[in-house]
């Protein structure tokens, strides 16, 4: 026989689950209306990636980048992109200064852009150099995100257009213009042109979306002229000649693969894939020494483990209830700071690779850039350049 204390006590259980259930559904039912309503910034397509690959041999995490050393910290603002010329080291920085670093001294020797600079909006006037390489001539070859390709006198800070993002381009504008190679006589500059529709600034965007509006292109020094090599790219972003020039390839970020396209030779023109599903999003790509390529990764795709970005490619309505209700900048806070560089043989297999776990020491590499027995690390975000003693990994 139930007591009257238990009696009152379960009519209070009953009385407070349907008291929670009402008042939940007061607040769930306005909201999801609210949510449907909002506008989405994004119209996200679902994106097809296989299942990452298993991060065990070469591939085996371990926390080797955690032996690099800081360069110059909090006296950058996430210098993408590092070259060289002897041991003076160039780089391209967040508030759209182009930088040389000579003997520790850090000068600015140029601004593409003008100010204001340093918020997200600025960025369009600001300017954001990305990509740099050397010229034959020692000049330096720049791909500013908003302005377009530019050549660049190290001694004198004097600015060339070679390429302005206000021109069309087969009809299709230059929105968000992100790294390029040159060839060793300085006659061709292959470049990537990540969306025609969003900006550097929203990236996040671009990649969520699976936007497949990007490019490669080519531009001839002497002719001047400008062709569209490659069309249908999600997000293009860094490209590496190989040693022999005879093809280009293209990190197409938003698939986690690399593609390779032919520049001369018998297959000149066509196109195929160099490496596909990636463990992580590739940025940018550079020719190591031993005659592949090192590869940094904007962020990874942990196996075992979860990877948010692959939970999210073919759910496009998850996307946009995130973007109704979130900004880009606190969905960054979600991707994990995971660092990761992989060096590729010639054939596009993998040789080794480094890691720091939760991005310790060198967080968001976008470039890994070999000179001298060291690895420049660059970083998008990063107030600094990292190091890494090769010899001692």
């Known amino acids: 026989m139930d007591r009257p204390g238990q009696r009152l006590n379960t009519y209070s259980s009953k009385v407070f689950r349907v008291t929670f259930l009402t008042l939940a559904v007061s607040v769930a039912v306005p909201l999801l209306g609210v949510t449907v309503l909002l506008d989405c910034p994004i119209d996200p397509q679902p994106i097809s990636l296989k299942e990452p690959p298993l991060l065990t041999g070469v591939l ?204 001369s030779g018998l297959m000149k023109g066509g196109a195929d894939m160099f490496v596909e599903n990636m463990p992580g999003l590739p940025d940018n790509i550079r020719l190591s020494s031993s005659g592949g390529y090192w590869v940094a990764m904007a962020a990874v795709r942990p196996n075992p483990g979860f990877s948010l970005l692959d939970f999210l490619s073919e759910k496009p309505w998850i996307k946009r209830m995130i973007f109704k209700l979130l900004s880009q900048e606190t969905v960054t806070k979600f991707v994990p700071k995971y660092s990761l560089v992989v060096e590729l043989s010639e054939t596009g297999s993998y040789k080794r690779s480094f890691h720091d776990p939760n991005g310790v020491t060198v967080a968001y590499v976008s470039e890994a850039h070999e000179h001298n027995g060291h690895l420049y690390l660059g970083s998008f975000r990063s107030p600094y350049i990292g190091r890494l003693d090769l010899q001692h990994v």
């Open 60 to 263: 085996e995490p371990n926390t080797k980048l955690r032996k690099a050393e800081r360069l110059w910290e909090n006296q950058l603002v996430g210098p993408e992109s590092i070259v060289n010329i002897g041991d003076v080291l160039f780089t391209g920085t967040a508030d759209g200064k182009i930088i040389k670093i000579e003997d520790g001294e850090i000068q600015t020797i140029a601004r593409i852009g003008h100010g204001p600079c340093g918020g997200h909006e600025d960025e369009p006037t600001c300017g954001r150099p990305l990509g740099m390489r050397v010229g034959p001539n020692n000049t330096l070859f720049v791909a500013d995100a908003y302005y377009g390709l530019y050549e660049v006198d190290p001694a004198t800070g004097e600015t060339k257009t070679l390429v302005s993002s206000k021109t069309l381009i087969e009809g299709q504008k230059l929105s968000f213009v992100n790294d390029l190679t040159v060839t060793r006589d300085g006659r061709k500059i292959y470049f990537t042109d990540s969306s025609s529709k969003w900006q550097r600034r929203d990236y996040l965007f671009l990649v969520m979306e699976g936007t497949d509006d990007g490019r490669l292109l080519e531009y001839d020094t002497v002719t001047k002229e400008v062709k569209v090599l490659m069309v249908g790219l999600r997000f293009p972003n860094g490209v590496q000649l190989s040693p022999a020039e005879d093809f280009v390839l293209v990190q197409e970020t938003t698939m986690a693969r690399i593609r390779r396209y032919y520049v």
